[in-house]
């Protein structure tokens, strides 16, 4: 199965935005983390980042149309942004939610999130921990091939 492991907004910052909030894993750590998670896993994985919320949204067409899995950190557009919820929307599934920090332990406006409604799933809290088990996920979710 394809899985499409995309990242919104200031994640290519990983490693040195707010370390001590986000972590000290840089990007390219959290791709090669991905990469050797779906290896293990036998899915086939491609990461991704931008702050475009276009081309987030674009790569979310992509997915729906290749009916490809989705692992997504929206970042900040989680909060507000219904274009991209719209777009999750489309995807057949599976779409797990990843977030590096549980939002519900945050600022009151990272609370709700409205891509959750759309997601088979959210998981959050674990660091980049959050993405190897959202691509866990997305292999027990996903249909059984042969």
Not at 56 to 76: F, K, M, Q, R, S
Not at 103 to 123: K, L, Q, Y
Request: aromatic fraction near 6%; charge should be negative.
């Amino acid at each position: 199965m394809n899985v499409l492991v995309l990242n919104g907004p200031n994640l290519g910052r990983l490693g040195s935005r707010e370390p001590d909030v986000y972590g000290t894993a840089s990007h390219a750590d959290l791709v090669a983390y991905c990469t050797q998670a779906a290896e293990s896993l036998g899915l086939s994985v491609e990461v991704r980042q931008t702050d475009s919320e276009a081309e987030l949204i674009g790569w979310l067409h992509e997915a729906a149309d290749a009916g490809a899995a989705v692992v997504l950190n929206p970042a900040a557009f989680t909060h507000y942004s219904y274009a991209l919820r719209d777009a999750c929307a489309m995807v057949p599934g599976p779409l797990i939610e990843v977030h590096l920090t549980n939002p519900a332990s945050r600022e009151d406006f990272r609370h709700t999130s409205v891509v959750s409604a759309v997601a088979n799933g959210v998981i959050s809290g674990f660091g980049v921990f959050s993405y190897i088990l959202a691509l866990q996920a997305v292999a027990a979710l996903a249909p059984n091939e042969g």
